[in-house]
Structure formats: C-alpha cells, structure tokens
C-alpha cells in the first residue's frame, strides 16, 4: 500500500489531550464525534482521536500516574480500560467506539507508545504468532523520559517485527483509520551510541502495510530534525515539528520560524506537523504549566493568526478544545470554508518578508490564485504595503478577503493592509487583465 494515498491533504480532527489530558472518557469521544458531525463534518473535520493512557484504569488528569497497572490482552498488547471505555467490555477493545464513530461518516484514530509494556515484558506475555516473549524483543536500555509504560523495542530481537504487526492486526480488527505515536519523533534520531527508535518507525510502517487497513501514521512529540525530513516522509504521513504547543503568543512567535524552514517539504501524504490547536475550552482535566481549565489564553486576533499560518502551511488541524463547549465564535474560525480550502487546494507555500514587526506569506493554486497572508507579530497596530511584483503577481488582481469573505477594490500596483496587534489577513489574488 501506498501510505501518501491514506492524507492525501492534511488531516483534520479532534484530539482528546488538551482538554482531557490521559482520562478522556468513551462518554467524551463520543460527543465530540457527535458534535464534528453536527456542525464541522462538512468543513473537512473527520478524525476522532484518542490520546494517550486509554489502558489506564486510574488515569485522572493530564499527570500520568508511575508504574500504574495497565489493561492488556494476553500478548501484551494494551487494550481500552473496561471503567473508561464500557463498550470495550467482552474483549471487543475499540470496535464498537470506532462503529459509533464510523457511522456518524467520521474516522477512529488512537495513541500509542512506542515499544512494549514494561508489564508484559516482566509478566514473559507470548508475542503473537512467535515463540518469543515480550522479554525477548524489550531493549533495556530504550525509556522513555517522560512515561514509566513502555521499554523499547529491540528491533534486532526476533519477534520485534511480529509483535508490531500483531498490535496493527488489532487496530485493523477495531476499525481505527489513525495512530499517533509517541516518543518517537524526536527519539528516532539520536546520536548513534545511544539507543534510535529510527528502525521503530520503520517497523511500525511496514505493520501498517500489512495490516491491510489505510491508518494515518501520526509521529510524536517534536520537535522533529530538518535533517531527517527524508526518513520521516518515507515513512510517516505526519511529525510533530515542534514541542508541546499551548496557548502562549510566545509559541505562535516560534512557529514563524519553524514553519519557514519545513516549508520546502510539506507534499501530498507527508506533512509537517504544528501541533493541536489549543482553542476553545481547553485543560479541563489538566495541569501543564502550572494552568488547569480555562477557555484559550489567545486574544482573538492571535486565533486568527494561527489559524492562517496553519492553514498556508498547510498544517494538519488537530482541534484541541471540547468541541461542546464551543461558542459561536470559535466554531465560526474553525468553519470558515474559504480559509480552510487552502489546506485542499494550495501548494509552494513559503515566507516572501520578514521584518521586525510583517512576516508576509503566499502559495498558490491550480487556477492561477495566489494567497497572501500577513501577520503583524509585533504590539502596536500595523499598516503593511506590498507591491504586486514582490507578491510575483504580473499585473492587476481581483483581491478577495477570505477571513470576512469580502470582496475589495481591485489592486492595481500594491496590496495594503492595516493589521491589528497579533492579528493577520489572508488575500485571495486573482489575475485580471480587464483591470485598468
């Protein structure tokens, strides 16, 4: 199978973390699936995902719990906790989720770690269809710095391979259409005497080949490495390119700088990955950075601001708000149909300015339209002038405003814009000759 056929445009949907930390809920999934389907299925949103810790019955917030007993089937393979997730009972783990979900015409994605548990490596748990135990295919040296579930795997053991493959078979039997996995992205690529998950990710697409299901390979956290782009687009459909991104302007300021370097290497099924959008109700059950529940710290210019940086990157979107507790406001950023095309319909994005206060940004499309995005990231409201030559534009456009779907005067010899503090607009330009 063709992986760049499974997000031939970059992936959008809800994920579970930043408002749910590591104790969403099957009640939690559910509504937002229904949700996404009442009122943002038909702006492109389909991916239902369910982040880290589902196997942990006592999973609170977003702290994760050292050495917890986790839920797992008699291979070692970590299935959904029954007091969480009720469906799952009877060993049927995500399937009735996933139909629930399917049915709504929407898409079943969840999280993994990377590796093996550590409590069927210590329990000699069989792999599947070897005569290997989890024992033999952990490495000891390969842990996570952040969570106590998992050793690595020793991608030399026999039974590495086939412990992967039968935890893509379970996926396949549920339904799930995208996995997220974590400590990987950056892990991957460590220096060589010290332990590389590199090999991990390889294992981990060929599980998906041969599970014979199209699952969206999501890899976690960033930031990834520049000078890896080539592995992860062979073998990923998205990576994380940076850390954990939460509703701080100083995060929206670094991704400026982040973007403009992964521009040359955003194409159709690999996709550089800004992280979920923390709007809306967000940190319900969580605690980084010292912050618990609140609506989103971003003014509602910064919104706008990540909203178009996202989409001329052509970002995934991962919303990570309660989609539920949306206000009209939010829902409308998150539905407007004429920004959100460009994650469809565009290509050859890139910076074209940068100064101390500007950064301007343009990509096209198939019909000869060129997008003009302008931020003013500094604190004091901004007038910006370019001329149609710098914007590569041969002569006088049509200028359309997509963010208040407003059409302006034809621009002659330059585009203007006054630019609040934080704040962006985002140009359709469309050649006219008849223009005078």
Known sequence: MDKNTFAVTPPMGWNSWDCYGASVTEEELLGNAN?????????????????????????????????????????????PAVNRFPSSAGQKGFGPIAKKIHDLGLKFGIHMMRGVPRQAV?????????????????????LCSWNTDMYGVDTSAVGAQAYYDSLFELYAEWGVDYVKVDDICTT??????????????????????????????????????????????RYANMWRITGDFWDRWEDIREMFDICRDWSPYVKEGCWPDCDMLPLGHISIRGNEHGLSDR??????????????????????LMMGGELRDNDPWTLELLTNAEVLSLLKDTSGAGEIYRGSDIIAWTSQDA??????????????????????????????????????????????????????????????????????
């Open 295 to 316: 609506f989103t710290r971003f003014t509602r210019e910064e919104q706008t601001t990540l909203m178009t940086l996202w989409c001329i990157f052509r970002s995934p």
């Open 188 to 233: 991957a690529f460590l220096p060589h005497d010290l332990y590389s998950a590199k090999e991990e990710i390889e294992m981990i697409h060929r599980a998906i080949s041969r599970c014979k299901r199209e699952i969206v390979l999501s890899l976690s956290p960033g930031p990834a490495l520049l000078t890896q782009a080539g592995h992860l687009s």
């Open 367 to 436: 019909r000869n339209n060129t997008y003009l995005a302008i931020f003013n990231i500094g604190w004091v409201e901004k007038t910006a002038a370019f001329s149609l030559d710098k914007i590569g534009l041969p002569g006088p456009c049509q200028v359309r405003d997509l963010w208040n779907h407003r059409n302006q005067a034809p621009a002659r010899e330059m585009i203007t814009a006054s630019i609040p503090i934080h704040g962006a607009v985002l140009y359709k330009l469309t050649p006219d000759p008849e223009i005078k």
């Open 122 to 142: 210590h329990a000699q748990l069989p792999v599947k269809g070897t005569t290997v135990t989890a024992r033999d295919i952990a490495h000891p040296f390969s």
């Open 35 to 79: 949700y996404m389907a009442e009122h943002m299925k038909a702006y492109g949103w389909e991916y239902i995902v369910c982040d880290i810790q589902w196997y942990e019955p006592s999973a609170n917030t977003s702290v994760y719990h050292k050495f917890a007993p986790l839920e797992m089937d008699e291979f070692g393979r970590l299935i």
